[in-house]
T-cell receptor, first 114, second 112 residues
Framework: DVKVTQSSRYLVKRTGEKVFLECVQDMDHENMFWYRQDPGLGLRLIYFSYDVKMKEKGDIPEGYSVSREKKERFSLILESASTNQTSMYLC?????????????FGPGTRLTVL | KNQVEQSPQSLIILEGKNCTLQCNYTVSPFSNLRWYKQDTGRGPVSLTIMTFSENTKSNGRYTATLDADTKQSSLHITASQLSDSASYICVVSAEVNNDMRFGAGTRLTVKP
């Protein structure tokens, strides 16, 4: 059974703080993704990674960076959190090449920036 | 404008009733279409995946249809249960770079 875990379910940070969101998958998937989910907008891709130390910008990368030092772990970093980054953040992984395979999602982290 | 539009935005039905959710897309060239179910407080879980040549696929009480000519898909839920209360998200992938586009979802509430 595929398992994708995220480090926190709920997080409250202050404006300007550096924020780390961690994601770990246990199925040896090559591909990992970070999305944010806002009401009425659907999921929007922030960054994705096809391999260790490899990253690609998604649709809304501004204000975010990522790190993939190990195959199973993909981190999302908010260098200086802002209130407009208050959102639900979802991590996903998939096993096929490119971005078209079925994605397995983590439970999400609800981040509030005050 | 989103390339994947879902309707209705929300829906309330009584337990035991059937319902149909709609997904219209403009993503091109089309590769595949997935329906995901997202329970409150959880990540989305894949229900079905359909490619260009498939026009119907079932997963228990869930039946997805695809009309690639009109670029429409529907998800039909039969004999609804309280546990069907969730958001249902349509995701369409393009052949170019397998780019995935997400709909905003339909929030379904099943009441006893």
């Amino acid at each position: 059974d595929v398992k994708v875990t995220q480090s926190s379910r709920y997080l409250v940070k202050r404006t300007g703080e550096k924020v780390f969101l961690e994601c770990v998958q246990d199925m040896d998937h090559e591909n990992m993704f970070w999305y944010r989910q806002d009401p009425g907008l659907g999921l929007r891709l922030i960054y994705f990674s096809y391999d260790v130390k490899m990253k690609e910008k998604g649709d809304i990368p501004e204000g975010y960076s990522v790190s993939r030092e190990k195959k199973e772990r993909f981190s999302l970093i908010l260098e200086s959190a802002s209130t407009n980054q208050t959102s639900m953040y979802l991590c996903a992984s998939s096993s096929t090449g490119a971005r078209g395979g079925t994605q397995y999602f983590g439970p999400g982290t609800r981040l509030t920036v005050l | 404008k989103n390339q994947v539009e879902q309707s209705p935005q929300s829906l309330i039905i009584l337990e035991g009733k059937n319902c149909t959710l709609q997904c219209n897309y403009t993503v091109s060239p089309f590769s595949n279409l997935r329906w995901y179910k997202q329970d409150t407080g959880r990540g989305p879980v894949s229900l079905t995946i359909m490619t260009f040549s498939e026009n119907t696929k079932s997963n228990g009480r869930y039946t997805a249809t695809l009309d690639a000519d009109t670029k429409q898909s529907s998800l039909h839920i039969t004999a609804s249960q309280l546990s069907d209360s969730a958001s249902y998200i349509c995701v369409v992938s393009a052949e170019v770079n397998n780019d995935m586009r997400f709909g905003a979802g339909t929030r379904l509430t099943v009441k006893p």
